[in-house]
């Protein structure tokens, strides 16, 4: 079965360090990877999405994500935190062919603490 | 930016009673889905619809969900009896094109649904 797993239920950051927010995956085939935040009282925005290419991919609010196929694994980061990052982290799967085309697979959330 | 809206924010209901959660995709979005995700939980695929019928459900979208598009711009989810285990934050979301294609699915910020 298809499956995303974020092993990390909280992820602690000094502003100005890196983080790196983990999420790998399970799936027949090949996947369209995505990444999305949850601020609170707020729904799920769109940061970023791999879908073929350049492993390294760019997104939104200065967030990165590398796409290692051999390790499956789609991690999320960015250079410098800032308190404002400080958010619920979801990483999402979706096939690219064959079964259930349509429905995103998340994981079950990370959730990034940014210390000032 | 055009964006996803959901209302109400909140609904708190009796178990058996009916419920419709409503949603407002964004205006040139051809694909719509609802998810939803039970406190703790990962968040769930139930829906996509396209062109006014489902396109796919998952097991937990039974014969107690509808979904359905009234008139141009609403996009509803009626639970007809509303359970206990049906408490959870719901999730609208849409898509411009094709949802097995590498569109991004752009979310609603939800409805909190409880149930008594």
């Known amino acids: 079965a298809q499956s995303v797993a974020q092993p990390e239920d909280q992820v602690n950051v000094a502003e100005g360090n890196p983080l790196t927010v983990k999420c790998t995956y399970s799936?027949?085939?090949?996947?369209?990877l995505f990444w999305y935040v949850q601020y609170p009282n707020r729904g799920l925005q769109f940061l970023l999405k791999y879908i073929t290419g350049d492993n390294l991919v760019k997104g939104s609010y200065g967030f990165e994500a590398e796409f290692n196929k051999s390790q499956t694994s789609f991690h999320l980061k960015k250079p410098s935190a800032l308190v404002s990052d400080s958010a619920l982290y979801f990483c999402?799967?979706?096939?690219?062919?064959?079964?259930?085309?349509?429905?995103?697979?998340f994981g079950k959330g990370t959730k990034l603490s940014v210390k000032p | 930016e055009p964006e996803v809206t959901q209302t109400p924010s909140h609904q708190v209901t009796q178990m058996g009673q009916e419920v419709i959660l409503r949603c407002v995709p964004i205006?040139?979005?051809?694909?719509f889905y609802w998810y939803r995700q039970i406190l703790g939980q990962k968040v769930e695929f139930l829906v996509s619809f396209y062109n006014n019928e489902i396109s796919e459900k998952s097991e937990i979208f039974d014969d107690q969900f509808s979904v359905e598009r009234p008139d141009g711009s609403n996009f509803t989810l009626k639970i007809r009896s509303t359970k206990l285990e049906d408490s959870a934050m719901y999730f609208c979301?849409?898509?411009?094109?094709?949802?097995?294609?590498?569109?991004?699915?752009?979310f609603g910020p939800g409805t909190r649904l409880t149930v008594l």
């Open positions: 979301a849409s898509s411009l094109r094709k949802a097995g294609g590498t569109d991004t699915q752009y």
């Open positions: 799936v027949s085939g090949n996947p369209y």
């Open positions: 205006s040139n979005h051809l694909y």
């Open positions: 999402a799967v979706r096939l690219s062919y064959g079964g259930s085309q349509g429905n995103l697979i």
